[in-house]
């Protein structure tokens, strides 16, 4: 039984207490907000034991942390918003890192040659994976299997000392490359009245069609979204300017936003993982999806490798290896993607990647032990779960076996 049809059983359709209905406002769209709260709540936590813990440099160095994390989780989120579930892209990371790596350093090709077949690679081999889960499959196991042929693949790929260092090469730029903070807020300010000309033009249409709307939902978000933008920048160019990876997650973003919210792609998206079978009868190809998601999900592990080693300056085979999996996976649930299908969101993976990077940073700007950082990454990602399963049931109450 594959996870978009494992839907908890004690799901009510009009929740009647105010419980219920609260949990129903929740699944409806407000997943982010306690996502939010326990990130606060964290960040204070960790801040009434450091004051560097808020400092303009640790704050840089967690959203470099974060980086690989985030854009694998973004992938994840594609997965789990059909149904599915992956277990083999943080060591695809690694594989792809190790070959993009290999030709740019060791081949002498261009940097654009080598990130291209990295991303190549990462979506022939999630192809093929996402071929074998339409067969029939389930992806747990295909996902499962694929890991343990990367292991192996990567001592294949990788040279006979095992390790490909980049240091001083072109492929440690695409990290340490930082963005003039002139430029920075430029990019904030078009992004800002990007944002804006959409809830305007939105705004117009729904007006139009003759609904209510006031010009408070169109100012309100842009404002707070410029708020964080300019906020974000004044922060993070601090030191030498913006780090090139905080781009090329916040483009990563931008693009997994429009396409799932404003695309046919993004309707389907959301129906195969509501219900597949609905979605199979109303004519969405729901194979094609699920092949899709894989792909979309191979590139974001190819280029998280790629940023990943290029921040590491190499790559070994200990590349993708690690907590990384579940970091991604917990990020994507902790952000508000649902294990179950169909319920989630692309900012579910930078918020999740926040929450879980935060605790690993303040653990070790504490100087805790790593079982700390586990027990806390563990139970958040429990709580999370478990949050899952009261909103797709929408009840507190157990369902009836």
Not at 70 to 91: W, Y
Not at 125 to 133: G, K, M, R, S
Not at 297 to 313: E, F, P, T
């Amino acid at each position: 039984m594959d996870l978009a049809t494992s839907r908890a059983s004690g799901a009510t359709a009009a929740p009647r207490t105010p419980a219920g209905r609260a949990i129903e406002t929740v699944a409806r769209g407000h997943r982010s907000i306690p996502v939010l709260v326990v990130l606060a709540i964290i960040w204070t936590v960790f801040a009434s034991q450091s004051s560097a813990y808020l400092s303009f440099q640790n704050i840089t160095n967690l959203t470099l942390q974060i980086a690989t994390t985030a854009i694998l989780a973004l992938g994840v989120v594609f997965v789990l918003l059909v149904g599915e579930i992956d277990l083999s892209s943080a060591v695809l990371s690694g594989v792809c890192a190790a070959v993009a790596a290999g030709l740019v350093v060791n081949g002498g090709l261009p940097l654009a040659v080598g990130i291209a077949a990295g991303v190549v690679g990462g979506m022939a081999f999630t192809f093929v994976e996402a071929l074998v889960i339409v067969f029939g499959v389930p992806s747990l196991i295909v996902t499962l299997g694929g890991m343990v042929i990367l292991q192996g693949l990567i001592l294949v790929v990788l040279p006979e000392e095992f390790t490909v260092s980049v240091a001083g090469t072109s492929f440690a730029k695409i990290a340490s490359t930082t963005v003039p903070a002139g430029t920075s807020y430029v990019l904030a300010a078009v992004a800002t009245l990007a944002f804006t000309a959409y809830r305007l033009f939105s705004y117009r249409e729904r007006l139009a069609t003759g609904s209510l709307a006031s010009l408070a939902t169109v100012f309100v978000p842009a404002l707070l979204l410029g708020a964080v933008l300019f906020g974000g920048v004044y922060t993070l160019t601090r030191q030498r300017g913006l780090p090139m990876p905080v781009l090329i997650v916040a483009g990563m973003l931008l693009i997994g936003w429009y396409v799932t919210t404003q695309t046919r792609y993004g309707i389907h998206l959301y129906a195969v993982g509501g219900d597949r079978e609905a979605a199979q009868r109303a004519g969405v190809p729901v194979r094609r999806m699920v092949i899709y998601s894989f792909l979309i999900l191979g590139a974001c592990a190819a280029i998280a490798g790629m940023v990943d080693a290029s921040r590491q300056l190499g790559v070994s085979v200990t590349s993708g290896a690690g907590p990384l999996m579940l970091n991604a996976i917990a990020a994507a649930v902790v952000g508000g993607t649902s294990l179950f299908g169909g319920r989630g969101s692309v900012w579910s993976a930078i918020l999740g990647a926040l929450v879980i990077g935060s605790i690993s940073n303040g653990v070790q700007l504490l100087g805790l032990s790593t079982e700390v950082q586990y027990f806390a990454t563990g139970a958040v990602l429990i709580v999370a779960v478990a949050v899952d399963v009261v909103l797709t049931r929408g009840s507190l109450l157990p369902g009836r076996r």
